[in-house]
């Protein structure tokens, strides 16, 4: 097939095109700034794609590595090969456990078959990974409209905040936390969202732009302001995604979201969670086993922009760069899933993915 063109993507809030053997991504390191369309043809490429952020979210990562297996499994499908195909893909980032979980159904869906079989099968895995992720998109936005359309006031549009960006750049389909938005637009629900900026890569931008796209009203705010519009009563509802959930509820996702939880729980307005099952991890028994990735210091020191980076720190000055946070479950008013609203709770998440939990406790 001919690249897709920035269309393709838009038209149908896609970020990935799998055809004939090439995946083809937004480059997500340019956007908003500029658009640049990635053919990813091997298995380092797209191990590269993750690693460097070209593409990021959690079920976008899931659907790219297990693509990628099947890309270094068309060079070679023996079982040293696959092993460190596994080994390479793994290690790119280390919170979002839907890498581990889509990588760990393709080797299932490949070892026990003969080599010659195993290209073929790894790339139709990879699309039932990426199809089931586009459904259950759509789940959660029905689940997550239902859920935020309670805490509507009569006198104005529903207000919702969220953080980062848990839209359709960040999954198969039409996200995360942004589906119950889209959901909302579709029915005629009026909505307003507020986006907050999520230093330091500022993946609020990539927000923006998908709600700019999308011709849906919002606002983008400096991630300091998040407090300040609670405590007066300018938000309704907050929602975001998840790069991990612990069996306990316990929420990790990118860095400054513990701090619009507790600034939730201040002013009695409720926090949500949206996530596929694919984001649960019930070996993690609670959020402190989460392992939280530490990235270079330069995002930190400099800002990209329109222009190309911006310096704000010389090198010689100490920083540091956690890029997720934990949100203890008890902050969390609920986790909307694929299979509905649950409980921030051991027995809400096990009842909900009865195989995942036991699954879990046979390995
Ligand atoms: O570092 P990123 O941009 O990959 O982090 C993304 C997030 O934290 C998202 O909120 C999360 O992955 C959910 S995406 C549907």
């Known amino acids: 097939m001919k690249t897709p ?60 590595a297990a693509f990628g297996l099947a890309l270094y499994l068309q060079k070679n499908a023996g079982a040293a090969a696959l092993s460190a195909a596994f080994a390479t893909l793994a290690e790119t980032r280390p919170t979002a456990i839907n890498l581990l979980w889509a990588l760990r159904r393709m080797q299932a ?29 759509v789940s959660i936005g029905g689940h997550g409209l ?13 207000q919702v905040m969220t953080h980062c960006n848990a839209g359709w750049l960040a999954t198969g389909g039409e996200g995360t936390a942004i589906s119950p938005i889209y959901a909302a637009q579709a029915a005629g629900v009026p909505i307003h969202v507020w986006v907050s900026e999520t230093r330091p890569r500022n993946q609020g931008l990539l927000t923006e732009w998908e709600l700019r796209q999308a011709g849906i009203p919002h606002t983008f705010v400096a991630d300091n302001a998040a407090g300040l519009l609670l405590r007066q009563g300018m938000i309704d509802a907050v929602i ?38 694919s984001t649960f991890d019930f070996a993690c028994p609670d959020g402190n086993a989460i392992p939280i990735e530490e990235r270079a210091g330069s ?26 946070d934990v949100t203890p479950a008890r902050l969390v008013a609920g986790i909307v899933t694929e299979r509905g609203l649950l409980p921030a709770s051991v027995n809400g998440l096990r009842q909900a993915f009865p195989e995942a939990a036991r699954a879990a406790q046979e390995c």
């Open 5 to 64: 063109t920035l269309q393709d993507f838009t038209a149908q809030r896609r970020p990935i095109v799998a055809a004939d053997g090439v995946i083809y991504l937004l480059d997500q390191t340019r956007l908003p700034h500029a658009v640049e369309i990635l053919a990813v043809r091997d298995g380092d490429a797209a191990a590269h794609a993750i690693r460097s952020m070209q593409i990021r979210g959690a079920p976008l990562i899931g659907a790219v």
């Open 109 to 137: 869906a490949v070892e026990a078959l003969p080599e010659a079989q195993r290209a073929a099968r790894a790339w139709a895995e990879a699309q039932a990974i990426l199809a089931e992720d586009i459904a259950q998109n």
């Open 146 to 158: 239902a859920a935020l359309r309670e805490h509507a006031r009569a006198d104005r549009p529903l």
């Open 240 to 277: 975001v995604g998840a790069d991990r959930i612990a069996a306990n509820g316990d929420v990790a996702n990118k860095i400054g979201t513990y701090l619009k939880a507790l600034a939730c729980a201040d002013n009695g307005v409720p926090f949500y969670v949206a996530a596929p099952g």
């Open 299 to 324: 995002e930190v020191r400099s800002v990209a922009g329109a222009t190309g980076d911006a310096c704000l720190l010389p090198d010689a000055v100490a920083v540091s760069n956690y890029g997720f």
